[in-house]
């Protein structure tokens, strides 16, 4: 990160941003173009390590790209806003941003997909514990994102 004085190490800063980010970014590389498609997620981390959750049709170029590549990256953010100044240059931009990347796959075990929708209904709604028709769950693609490496950036 070139930016050191806006980097975020402290996990539980992190953790209050992941919380507040509404979307995720999921990037693709399909054969030398970039893909990218906005996501609602859920998340969990352990010790450092983070894990992002996310659902839809079993069938499309993104399901496509996951099989293929086994590889994603992602960017989140929240806190945007464009600070006015009194020149064109001297505008910036307030936000909060995590991006990383890592091996990304569908989850086939019900019981891990139950866990993972219930990450993601969490983070959308506080809630947890659903229920979960089993031809919902045959109808639904879960999958999940275990970074490999993220960073998390602050501009205030």
């Not at 981390?45 to 659902?55: A, C, I, K, P, V």
């Not at 496509?64 to 001297?90: H, M, N, Q």
Request: charged residues 30%.
């Amino acid at each position: 990160m070139r930016r050191k004085d806006r980097e975020v190490t402290d996990i539980a800063k992190i953790r209050e941003i992941l919380s507040a980010c509404r979307c995720c970014r999921l990037g693709f590389n399909d054969e030398g173009r970039v893909y990218i498609v906005p996501l609602n997620f859920g998340w969990s981390e352990s010790e450092g390590r983070l894990t992002l959750y996310f659902h839809g049709a079993k069938e499309g170029r993104k399901i496509d790209l996951i099989k293929k590549t086994g590889y994603a990256a992602f960017e989140t953010d929240t806190e945007c806003k464009v600070v006015p100044g009194d020149i064109a240059c001297s505008y910036t931009a307030v936000y909060q941003s995590i991006i990383g990347e890592g091996r990304i796959e569908i989850i086939e075990d019900k019981g891990e997909k139950c866990t993972a929708l219930d990450m993601i209904m969490l983070h959308n709604t506080g809630k947890s514990r659903w229920e979960y028709p089993d031809k919902m769950l045959e109808a639904t693609c879960v999958y999940k994102l275990e970074a490999e490496s993220f960073s998390c950036k602050v501009h205030e």
